[in-house]
């Protein structure tokens, strides 16, 4: 499989990019400095941040590099402070800031008064005349819901509530007068500590609301953006864009385009990382195969011999053959064996220009596809054997990924097979021919016929029964029809529908033990309802932790869900997410706030946290 993250090997050739970025943030002439470094969701810009974080010395000397994921601090009340917190704690661990610990915390100090400060704006006129008077007491009676966190600020941001209110509870002025504050003790604090740029690298942003992304650029830009510092920001410019114009809607009668204005004033060098050519996309195709059957040395080696070699840059993508020659020549070795990589690699390479033009030149599509496909091949060696040609399935898989409904029609002309697909075969022959009705139009358009074409060809003389079951959640009104199942599934179905917390452990167990089809129709049967909330959280939590290969599905339908979670169910979800935080912890962040309530999310979360801590 290929995870959806960072990658340590620069498969897209980003190299020269880190290097020119790299390069501009090392240079102290140019900081402060903020860099846009803008692309598509999927384009890779994470694994550009990784080349640049790996391009700049981390030998305690010159430079301090950091990464922020903005995306962490989507659910609080002050993003700005949360942000410079974050960026404040981690130049606290490093080297070149040990002398200067006492003015980080200093700056942290400060940081916290402006989190009473929005906390303030959200308690009202009761909370502020309490401090007023100095009796934090009514605090505690006027706001209960809020009163814990605000009550644990003031602790950590003073030693007095008269001390509070001397440092904050002053006119209008002293907010800004504590803003300039905070940025020339932060400047002093960067020249004290002698390093000659502290590099900030920030992933995510697209991922924010629009609110947090405003809190996000406005931080760098009033707070942090000093002499010593540069700021690298990967986003889609898009979303960036969605998000000005949603919190600074235009003028009436206004021409100027807001988002453009604010982006330029804040963003000093953009750079745009373009979409990757189809060319591109079927090198990345075949690299990607190669990658998981190649140690991390060899295919290594291998991406460095493909870049030097310039092979990159030329008009025609990589064959098969050549790739093939390129591992003999830094002496790979296939694992497990070579006979498995071909089987692979020579699908992918038949369907690779296809596919290319469809994923658009999206680095992440690509792995999604390739996922897909293998997940789909082990699921049908593990149903049919030797009964399913990959060739086929791969054929389907892509035509799911151009067209949808030309995949539901194929599907519907198979169920009338007898000893070939007749209507298919009518189609092909006419759009082969040139001679295509209006019935085929769809079928007619250049992408179509090039899928048409790729093998295996003679397609109508297979029935696809066995593979469409394998598609059919792709499948539209694709009900499930329990009849059809084994009656020992029907059972467990059964069973599943009565079962208490006392007699669950023992359901699973039995189910464990049937074949994987069966268990595959349970599942296909269950789905719908966890997404529903029929299912209760005990029956959930025992499938997830019993079924890994079933885990992204029902964390996908949970992340679905209009059923409000409730403090029952917590127990449940703290073994999942204890059992697979990675997988779990996106799910709770999506539903935080809406179908789940801060506070149970804090729970499962932040209890765990501090138990594992």
């Not at 600074?248 to 330029?264: L, N």
């Not at 690299?287 to 290594?300: E, K, M, P, R």
């Not at 949970?558 to 997410?577: E, N, P, R």
Request: aromatic content about 8%; charged content about 25%.
């Amino acid at each position: 499989m290929w995870l959806d993250n960072a990658s340590e090997i620069d498969m897209l050739f980003y190299k020269p990019y880190a290097t020119i970025i790299s390069d501009i943030a090392k240079n102290k002439d140019y900081n402060p400095l903020t860099i846009g470094v803008f692309g598509l969701w999927g384009a890779g810009k994470s694994t550009l941040l990784k080349l640049i974080q790996n391009d700049i010395p981390s030998d305690g000397g010159k430079y301090v590099c950091v990464q922020i994921n903005a995306w962490m601090f989507e659910g609080y009340e002050d993003a700005k402070s949360a942000l410079m917190e974050a960026l404040l704690k981690e130049l606290e661990e490093q080297k070149p800031f040990e002398g200067v610990k006492d003015k980080i915390k200093k700056l942290i100090k400060r940081l916290d008064f402006f989190k009473i400060g929005t906390s303030l704006l959200s308690a009202g006129a009761p909370v502020i005349a309490s401090i007023a008077t100095g009796n934090p007491l009514p605090i505690m009676l006027n706001i209960a819901n809020d009163a814990p966190k605000l009550a644990e600020q003031i602790k950590s941001a003073a030693t007095s509530i008269q001390d509070f209110k001397e440092n904050y509870i002053k006119d209008k002025e002293s907010t800004v007068e504590n803003v300039r504050k905070f940025k020339e003790e932060f400047q002093t604090m960067l020249e004290v500590s002698k390093v000659d740029n502290v590099i900030v690298l920030i992933d995510d942003l697209d991922r924010c609301s629009p609110e947090r992304i405003i809190d996000t650029l406005e931080a760098i830009k009033l707070f942090l953006s000093v002499e010593r510092t540069t700021f690298i920001i990967a986003a889609d410019e898009t979303v960036i864009q969605y998000a000005i114009k949603k919190n600074y809607p235009p003028v009436d009668g206004s021409s100027v385009d807001i988002s453009t204005e604010y982006i330029e004033k804040i963003i000093q060098l953009p750079i745009h990382i373009p979409e990757l050519s189809s060319k591109d996309i079927e090198n990345y195709l075949l690299l990607l195969v190669a990658q998981n059957y190649l140690s991390i040395s060899d295919f290594q080696a291998l991406v460095e011999k493909v870049y030097h070699e310039r092979l990159i840059v030329r008009d025609t993508s990589i064959s098969l053959a050549e790739l093939k020659t390129l591992i003999v020549e830094i002496h790979g070795t296939y694992l497990p064996s070579e006979t498995e990589f071909m089987e692979v690699v020579s699908i992918i390479d038949s369907i690779r220009d296809i596919i290319s033009s469809t994923l658009k030149g999206n680095p992440r599509q690509a792995k999604r596809f390739l996922n897909t496909f293998i997940t789909k091949k082990k699921l049908a060696q593990m149903y049919y054997g030797s009964e399913i040609d990959m060739r086929i399935l791969a054929k389907l898989l892509v035509l799911q990924k151009l067209n949808s409904e030309l995949f539901s029609q194929l599907n519907e002309w198979n169920k009338e097979f007898i000893t070939c697909n007749d209507e298919y075969f009518k189609m092909y022959e006419s759009v082969i021919a040139g001679t295509a009705s209006v019935d085929y139009t769809q079928w007619a358009i250049p992408k179509i016929i090039k899928w048409l074409e790729c093998e295996p060809k003679d397609l109508h003389q297979y029935r696809l029964d066995k593979y469409f079951y394998l598609t059919r959640e792709s499948l539209p009104n694709a009900m499930v029809d329990t009849q059809k199942f084994s009656k020992e599934a029907r059972k467990i179905l059964d069973d599943l529908g009565m079962a208490t917390e006392g007699t669950i452990n023992a359901i699973i167990t039995s189910m464990a033990g049937l074949q994987p089809v069966d268990i595959d129709n349970i599942f296909s049967g269950l789905i719908p309802r966890i997404e529903t909330g029929q299912l209760k959280f005990f029956i959930i939590k025992e499938l997830f932790v019993k079924f890994g290969a079933y885990q992204s599905k029902i964390m996908e339908v949970i992340g679905k869900t209009k059923q409000k979670i409730v403090l029952a169910d917590i127990v449940q979800l703290k073994t999942m997410y204890t059992a697979a935080p990675a997988l779990v912890l996106p799910v709770l962040e999506k539903l935080k706030g809406g179908m789940l309530d801060n506070r149970l999310y804090d729970m499962i979360v932040n209890q765990e946290k501090k138990k594992k801590g």
